[in-house]
C-alpha cells in the first residue's frame, strides 16, 4: 500500500507521510456517513505543497469514427458525472485503426480549404452536455501522412480553430484551451520537420486567439536531445511542452507487482530530465504536461488499471509529477473510454482511477470533500474552504 496520504489544501496538494497519529496533520476524528472523517489541521501542516494542478482525461476512442459515442447516452452520462476539469482529443488512434478513426483526416479529406464539418456533428450535439464551462478542452490536429507542407496544414489548424470559435454546442461555445500539433511524431518525422509544422500552425492557431496552448512536441517519451532542438527553435510560439510516461510496457519490462507500482521514479525523473532540456532555451520556464500516462503503455490489457489499486496509483502517478520541481502542473489519464483495460468509462461504468481523478480535478477550485481516514496506507482527501 502506499503510504502517504493525500490533503488538497485550497488550491494545492500537500503529501504527508505517516499521518496515523500525527496530531500537527490530523485532529480528533469525527463521525461521517462512510467511516470516520479526518479533520485536517492546515494552521500546522505536515508535508510537501505542490502547487494547483488539472487532473485530466486524455482519449482517441471517443473520437473514433465521428464521434459514434456522443449519441451512447451511458457514456455521455458517465462523462458528464466526471466534470472533468481537462480533456484531450488526441489526433490519432491506435495501432491497427482505420481511416474512419482519424478525425483530422476525416475532416480534410478533400484538402484542408474544405473541412467538412459534419465529421464534428455528434460530438457538438452533446459536448455542451458532458464539457464543463471550466474544463479545459484540448484538440490533437495531425499532419504526418495527411499534409505534405507546413503552410496547408496552418490553414487546416486555422480553419478548425476558426470553426469552434464560431460554433455553439447547445447554448455555449465549448472552452478550447489549446491545440496540440500531432501526436508521438517522434517516432514518424525528423525533428526539423515537426519544428516547421509546429511553427506553422503556431502562428495560424495565435492569429485564431493568441491565448491559446500550443502543445508540442507531444512525444512518446522525453527525448533530451530532441526536446533540446524543439524548444531552441520552437520555444517562443509553446505554451506548454507535452510527453507521454507509462509506469511499464508489455513485453520489453517485467510487470510490476502492486507494491511495484508505486516504486518507480519514472514521473519525476521525466520532468527533471525535460526541464534540463529546456535550459537555455526560449522554452526554460515554460509548464510540462504528462499528456498520456497509466500503468501499462503497449498491450491494453493491465486489468488493474480497472482494479481500486488504479486510485491510489493515480494519486503516485500524478503527484510525482507535480512535486518534482521541474513545473508539471497538468496531466491526463490514457484513456477516458473504453480502449481495452484503459478506460475510465467501461460500457457507461466509472472505474476507481476515474473517480478519484474526477474528485481531484474537483478539489482544486476548492470544493469541500469528506474523506475516510482508516489509518497507515490510507489515501485521504480534503480542502481548505472558508478558512478551513
Not at 493491465?302 to 503516485?316: I, K, L, N
Request: net charge negative; proline share 5%.
Amino acid at each position: 500500500m502506499l503510504s502517504r496520504s493525500v490533503l488538497a489544501a485550497g488550491s494545492a496538494l500537500a503529501v504527508a507521510r505517516d499521518l496515523t497519529g500525527a496530531r500537527a496533520a490530523a485532529a480528533e476524528p469525527g463521525p461521517s456517513a462512510s467511516g470516520s472523517l479526518a479533520t485536517v489541521d492546515f494552521a500546522a501542516p505536515t508535508g510537501r505543497f505542490a502547487p494547483a494542478a488539472l487532473w485530466g482525461f486524455a482519449t482517441s476512442a471517443l473520437c473514433d469514427r465521428n464521434f459514434g459515442l456522443c449519441e451512447d447516452a451511458r457514456f455521455v452520462n458517465a462523462a458528464a458525472s466526471l466534470n472533468m476539469a481537462l480533456l484531450r482529443l488526441n489526433s490519432t488512434a491506435g495501432a491497427g485503426s482505420t481511416g474512419a478513426d482519424y478525425w483530422t483526416d476525416a475532416i480534410f479529406r478533400n484538402g484542408a480549404d474544405k473541412p467538412d464539418w459534419g465529421v464534428l456533428s455528434a460530438f457538438m450535439k452533446a459536448a455542451h452536455k458532458f464539457v464543463s464551462p471550466t474544463c479545459r478542452l484540448i484538440l490533437g490536429i495531425k499532419f504526418h501522412g495527411t499534409f505534405a507542407k507546413p503552410s496547408d496544414y496552418a490553414e487546416a489548424c486555422r480553419q478548425l480553430a476558426t470553426h469552434l470559435k464560431n460554433t455553439r454546442s447547445g447554448d455555449r461555445l465549448l472552452p478550447v484551451w489549446g491545440f496540440e500539433v500531432d501526436n508521438e511524431a517522434n517516432t514518424r518525422v525528423d525533428v526539423g520537420t515537426y519544428c516547421a509544422f509546429f511553427n506553422a500552425a503556431a502562428d495560424a492557431l495565435h492569429a485564431v486567439d493568441p491565448d491559446y496552448e500550443v502543445i508540442g512536441p507531444v512525444d512518446s517519451h522525453v527525448d533530451f536531445g530532441r526536446l533540446n532542438t524543439f524548444a531552441s527553435s520552437c520555444g517562443p510560439r509553446v505554451g506548454r511542452i507535452c510527453y507521454h510516461n507509462y509506469r511499464y510496457c508489455h513485453g520489453s519490462d517485467s510487470t510490476p507487482s502492486d507494491d511495484g507500482l508505486f516504486q518507480s521514479r519514472r514521473p519525476a525523473r521525466d520532468a527533471q530530465n525535460a526541464r534540463r532540456a529546456l535550459a537555455g532555451t526560449p522554452a526554460a520556464a515554460v509548464p510540462l504536461m504528462m499528456g498520456e500516462w497509466n500503468m501499462e503503455c503497449a498491450a491494453a490489457s493491465e486489468p488493474r488499471e480497472q482494479e481500486v489499486v488504479a486510485a491510489p496509483f493515480s494519486a503516485y502517478w500524478m503527484l510525482s509529477g507535480f512535486l518534482s520541481g521541474a513545473g508539471v502542473d497538468c496531466g491526463a489519464l490514457w484513456e477516458l473510454v473504453n480502449d481495452g483495460s484503459y478506460g475510465a468509462i467501461q460500457n457507461g461504468r466509472i472505474d476507481p482511477a476515474g473517480r478519484f481523478l474526477s474528485m481531484a480535478g474537483q478539489t482544486m477550485e476548492g470544493d469541500q470533500v469528506s474523506c475516510d481516514f482508516a489509518g497507515d496506507g490510507a489515501i485521504s482527501l480534503a480542502t481548505k474552504k472558508g478558512g478551513g
